[in-house]
């Protein structure tokens, strides 16, 4: 993914349009990565835009964003495919490591209004579960998946995410970070898979980013 930033407000254009542009060829979609955190109110992300597909949808969903006028580009990865709106970065991922995109994946998300368009946002458990899924020796960034479980600690089922990442080293360092800063109880402690409070929501106008209030 790209490690350039870019003003929030460009990424916020960039979604709008890319989602209207999916929605308008039919192609169904997640809103994925740091902005389906941001969406229940974590932390906003200066970086690239994350939408989750099919594979088979691969094809009509760059079809639709370079018809909205965006430039497409093929990685060398085997798990995505990118397009461009200007310096935003929109990646396509089909292949996320922990969780390929199907439509038991998609049907997890939730609808949610964000930025005033009605979109579905992947199941919060399954962002985390592919972020650690991703960390490796050579990609070891704790810090933003830090913000996000602090933000979004109470919306999480904690017991499913581990029991999705235990075979990962980095995710099992990532809960001992987790108990030692006590944003989640020790693993005894937890409560049973599946049950969780009433999820905070944000609400985002056009105008910006409104903090999240109980949904």
């Given at each position: 993914m790209s490690s350039d930033t870019q003003p929030f407000s460009d990424i916020e254009a960039t979604l709008k349009k890319a989602a209207?542009?999916?929605?308008?060829?039919?192609?169904?979609?997640?809103?994925?990565?740091?902005?389906?955190?941001?969406?229940?109110?974590?932390?906003?992300?200066?970086?690239?835009?994350?939408?989750?597909?099919?594979?088979?949808?691969?094809?009509?969903?760059?079809?639709?964003?370079?018809?909205?006028?965006?430039?497409a580009d093929e990685p060398p990865e085997e798990w995505l495919v990118k397009a461009w709106?200007?310096?935003v970065l929109?990646?396509?991922?089909?292949?996320?490591?922990?969780?390929?995109?199907d439509d038991d994946v998609i049907a997890r998300g939730e609808e949610m209004s964000v930025l005033s368009m009605q979109m579905r946002v992947m199941a919060?458990?399954?962002v985390l579960v592919t972020k650690?899924?991703?960390?490796?020796?050579?990609?070891?960034?704790?810090?933003?998946?830090l913000g996000i479980a602090r933000a979004l600690r109470e919306q999480v089922d904690w017991l499913r995410v581990r029991a999705a990442t235990a075979s990962s080293p980095f995710a099992r360092a990532f809960f001992v970070l987790?108990?030692?800063?006590?944003?989640?109880?020790?693993?005894?402690?937890?409560?049973?898979a599946g049950a969780r409070p009433e999820p905070r929501v944000r609400v985002v106008t056009d105008a910006?980013?409104?903090?999240?209030?109980p949904g």
């Open positions: 209207a542009a999916l929605r308008a060829a039919g192609v169904p979609f997640l809103l994925g990565g740091s902005l389906a955190s941001w969406a229940r109110g974590g932390p906003e992300t200066q970086h690239d835009l994350d939408l989750m597909i099919k594979r088979e949808d691969v094809d009509r969903a760059i079809a639709a964003l370079t018809s909205a006028g965006m430039r709106d200007g310096d929109v990646d396509l991922i089909f292949s996320p490591k922990g969780v390929p995109i919060i458990e399954d650690l899924m991703a960390l490796t020796e050579h990609n070891l960034r704790y810090g933003a998946l987790l108990e030692g800063l006590e944003i989640i109880p020790t693993q005894d402690d937890l409560p049973q910006g980013s409104a903090a999240a209030a």
